[in-house]
C-alpha cells in the first residue's frame, strides 16, 4: 500500500524528511502546511502535494494515513491529540515538549488511539549506535562522559527558553536521549547554567549559553554532560561509556564509535543515513501494523524530556532532583 503522508511544517527538518520520504518506496507526501505559506507552497511543489489552508484541514483522515509535526515544540498544541483521535499515525520531532504534564496527556491520548507513533531520535538509527548497544548489554558501565558543544539555532525562538527549551532541551537532548537508549534509565541530576556571554552578544535572549549536568544513572553509574551553545571556534559531540574491561566512544552526534577492550580496538564509521531509516521504518510500520522496527516511540521519548525538565528545575533550586 501507499502511505498518504501529510507534512505540518515547511522548515529546515521539515525539508529533511522531505528529503528522506522521497526515497522511500511506499510514502507519498499529499498536503504540506506551515504558516509561511510561500515556504509550504515550495515544498507541496517539490513533491507534487497540495498546500492545506489550516493544520485542521490537513488532518483530514479520508486524505491522509499519516502525519509529520514538524513545527517546533511550543507551536504544536494539541496537534498530535487531534491526530490520534482521528486515527491517523503520528510522527513528532524531537522535543515532545517543554513540560511534562500536557506531554504525559497527549501520550495518553496517542497510546489509547492504537495508532502508530514514532518520535525523531535519530540517532538511535545509526548502525555504529546499534553496535555500541548490542556491545554494552551486559556490560557494567560506571562513569559516562558526553558533550555538545557548537553554535546556536538562528531563530529569535531559540534563544527564548520557554520556547525551545535552550540548547539542553532542543539540540542536546539527542546526546541525553542516546545515553538513556544505551546505558538505562537516569535516576537524579543536578546542573548549573550560565550566562557569561550570551546576555552581551543577545539581550533579549533568556537560554543559557553554557550548562554543566551531572547525574547518576538507574544501574548506579554517574555521568556528566556539558555543552554550549555560542562556541564558533569550536564544536563537536561526544559520548564515552567507561567500564572496568573496556571503553565506548561516539563521536560526531553517532557517525563514527570506537570500542577498546583487552581484545579489540576497533574505530567504525556509518555509511548510513538514519533520517532515512528512520521515516522508511515508520511508514513500513503505517503499512504493516508492525512497530518493530521504531526505535523510539511517544511515551519512550517522554522520559528524554523528563531528564531535560528535572535539570533545569535542578539548576533553580541549587540540588539533586529525582527524574520522574
Same mark, same amino acid.
Given at each position: 500500500?501507499?502511505?498518504?503522508?501529510?507534512?505540518?511544517?515547511?522548515? !529546515?527538518? %521539515?525539508?529533511? *524528511?522531505?528529503?528522506?520520504?522521497?526515497?522511500?518506496?511506499?510514502?507519498?507526501?499529499?498536503?504540506?502546511?506551515?504558516?509561511?505559506?510561500?515556504? $509550504?507552497?515550495?515544498? #507541496? /511543489? +517539490?513533491?507534487?502535494?497540495?498546500?492545506?489552508?489550516? $493544520?485542521?484541514?490537513?488532518?483530514?483522515?479520508?486524505?491522509?494515513?499519516?502525519?509529520?509535526?514538524?513545527? &517546533?515544540?511550543?507551536?504544536?498544541?494539541?496537534?498530535?491529540?487531534?491526530?490520534?483521535?482521528?486515527?491517523? =499515525?503520528?510522527?513528532?520531532?524531537?522535543?515532545?515538549?517543554?513540560?511534562?504534564?500536557?506531554?504525559?496527556?497527549?501520550?495518553?491520548?496517542?497510546?489509547?488511539?492504537?495508532?502508530?507513533?514514532?518520535?525523531?531520535?535519530?540517532?538511535?538509527?545509526? +548502525?555504529?549506535?546499534?553496535?555500541?548497544?548490542?556491545?554494552?548489554? !551486559?556490560?557494567?558501565? *560506571?562513569?559516562?562522559?558526553?558533550?555538545?558543544?557548537?553554535?546556536? *539555532? @538562528?531563530? @529569535?525562538?531559540?534563544?527564548?527558553? =520557554?520556547?525551545? !527549551?535552550?540548547?539542553?532541551?532542543?539540540?542536546?537532548? *539527542?546526546?541525553?536521549?542516546?545515553?538513556?537508549?544505551?546505558?538505562?534509565?537516569?535516576? +537524579?541530576?543536578?546542573?548549573?547554567?550560565?550566562?557569561?556571554?550570551?546576555?552581551?552578544?543577545? @539581550?533579549?535572549?533568556?537560554?543559557?549559553? $553554557?550548562? #554543566?549536568?551531572?547525574?547518576?544513572?538507574?544501574?548506579?553509574?554517574? !555521568?556528566?554532560?556539558?555543552?554550549?551553545?555560542?562556541? @564558533? =571556534?569550536?564544536?563537536?559531540?561526544?559520548?564515552?561509556?567507561?567500564?572496568? +574491561?573496556?571503553?565506548?566512544?561516539?563521536?560526531?552526534?553517532?557517525?563514527?564509535?570506537?570500542?577498546?577492550?583487552?581484545?579489540?580496538?576497533?574505530?567504525?564509521?556509518?555509511?548510513?543515513? &538514519?533520517?532515512?531509516?528512520?521515516?522508511?521504518?515508520?511508514?513500513?510500520?503505517? /503499512?504493516?501494523?508492525?512497530?518493530?522496527?521504531?526505535?523510539?516511540?511517544? /511515551?519512550?521519548?517522554?522520559?528524554?524530556?523528563?531528564?531535560?525538565? %528535572?535539570?533545569?528545575?535542578? #539548576?533553580?533550586?541549587?540540588?539533586?532532583? #529525582?527524574?520522574?
Amino acid at each position: 500500500m501507499t502511505v498518504k503522508i501529510g507534512m505540518i511544517g515547511a522548515g !529546515g527538518i %521539515a525539508r529533511s *524528511h522531505v528529503k528522506a520520504l522521497k526515497k522511500v518506496e511506499l510514502a507519498k507526501i499529499v498536503w504540506v502546511f506551515d504558516l509561511n505559506t510561500a515556504g $509550504a507552497e515550495e515544498m #507541496a /511543489a +517539490d513533491v507534487g502535494a497540495r498546500v492545506a489552508e489550516s $493544520a485542521d484541514a490537513l488532518l483530514n483522515p479520508a486524505e491522509i494515513d499519516a502525519v509529520f509535526i514538524c513545527v &517546533p515544540q511550543f507551536a504544536r498544541g494539541d496537534l498530535e491529540e487531534v491526530a490520534a483521535r482521528r486515527g491517523i =499515525h503520528v510522527f513528532v520531532e524531537k522535543p515532545l515538549g517543554l513540560e511534562l504534564e500536557p506531554v504525559q496527556r497527549k501520550e495518553r491520548t496517542v497510546r489509547e488511539s492504537g495508532v502508530i507513533n514514532s518520535v525523531g531520535y535519530v540517532l538511535r538509527y545509526f +548502525d555504529t549506535v546499534q553496535k555500541a548497544k548490542q556491545y554494552l548489554r !551486559g556490560k557494567t558501565i *560506571h562513569l559516562v562522559q558526553a558533550f555538545r558543544i557548537g553554535g546556536s *539555532h @538562528p531563530a @529569535p525562538w531559540w534563544k527564548q527558553l =520557554h520556547m525551545s !527549551g535552550g540548547n539542553l532541551g532542543d539540540a542536546v537532548t *539527542h546526546q541525553i536521549d542516546m545515553i538513556r537508549y544505551l546505558a538505562g534509565e537516569y535516576q +537524579d541530576v543536578g546542573a548549573l547554567f550560565g550566562r557569561n556571554s550570551i546576555s552581551s552578544q543577545n @539581550p533579549e535572549a533568556t537560554i543559557p549559553d $553554557a550548562g #554543566a549536568v551531572a547525574f547518576s544513572l538507574q544501574s548506579g553509574a554517574v !555521568g556528566t554532560i556539558t555543552e554550549s551553545c555560542l562556541s @564558533p =571556534h569550536f564544536g563537536g559531540s561526544e559520548v564515552k561509556f567507561i567500564g572496568a +574491561d573496556f571503553f565506548v566512544n561516539i563521536t560526531g552526534n553517532g557517525k563514527t564509535v570506537q570500542i577498546v577492550d583487552n581484545a579489540q580496538n576497533v574505530t567504525i564509521t556509518s555509511r548510513m543515513d &538514519p533520517s532515512y531509516e528512520q521515516d522508511k521504518a515508520f511508514v513500513e510500520a503505517v /503499512a504493516s501494523g508492525s512497530r518493530d522496527r521504531i526505535l523510539c516511540d511517544y /511515551a519512550d521519548g517522554i522520559r528524554t524530556l523528563a531528564f531535560t525538565v %528535572a535539570a533545569y528545575r535542578a #539548576a533553580e533550586r541549587r540540588g539533586t532532583v #529525582a527524574v520522574e
